[in-house]
């Protein structure tokens, strides 16, 4: 059974990394190159690789990962200690147990390479936002940290000074990347001008133009943003039906999201084309994927 788990993961590592011109190899060396530049921000600067949209882009869909990297850091522990799993979870103390230090470290791994993404668009264009945006990554720490910090303190002092912390933390963390999503990556901070429905504008126009769409996306991104906190607390991942079902529910927040995001990044490429000359116009490729002014 560990043999074929191991040729399943050797074999998913051949795929992406085949130097012949079958499966998409344009599209899996652009996810490599993207990958590298993701994991390894920093030294993309010292080679003046400037932070491009699919960077910033693909590394905000792995923040929605840390669960999946962190249950496979499980599964490849328990592949070389040859562990069953469902003993190895009971048996929390062991070095595969639910109890480990390397389950917060490992989800804690998106949001550090997000983070130090947004240090690096501050190096290179001096915008304060960029800062802000760091922060909001940042919030996720004391969430993942705080959680695992209950199998490693004593119940007295988890109930009375780190649950309280951790729950300070998850609120921070949720309404701050709500706050964000709505008023920075999507755009809808104005509401006056978009939400006039009787006289429909250009914004309302370009996002839908329909009122349950604005609703729906706002009051489901805050619920499934607060939800999402459950996923990085390890302190309440022993209910697999309810592990499950919050992992679903953070496919959908993300999948809108990204329909979000993209066309509002269109709409600032499209806005910025308009004004310039026919002659200055440049490409949409080049502007999507090579503009470090995302």
Known sequence: MFLVQVLLYIAIAVVLIFPFDIFYLSSRYFLLRTLWRIALPLQASILFIPI??????????????????????????????????TIAWFEADSVCGSHSIAIPLVLVVPYLCRFLQCLRQYKDTKEKTTLLNAFKYSTAVPVIFLSALKYHVLPDMWTSIYRPLWLLSSVINSLYSFYWDVTRDWDLSVFSRIFKFNRPNYCSNLLYGRQWVYFWVLGSNLILRCSWTYKLSAHLRHNYLTVFAVTVLEMLRRFQWIVFRVENEWNKITKTSFQLPMTEVPKEEEKLLASINH
């Open 52 to 85: 491009t949209f699919p960077d910033f882009f693909l590394a905000d869909i792995l923040t929605s990962m840390a669960k999946v990297f962190s249950d496979l850091e499980r599964s490849v522990c328990r592949m070389v200690h040859q562990q069953v799993a």
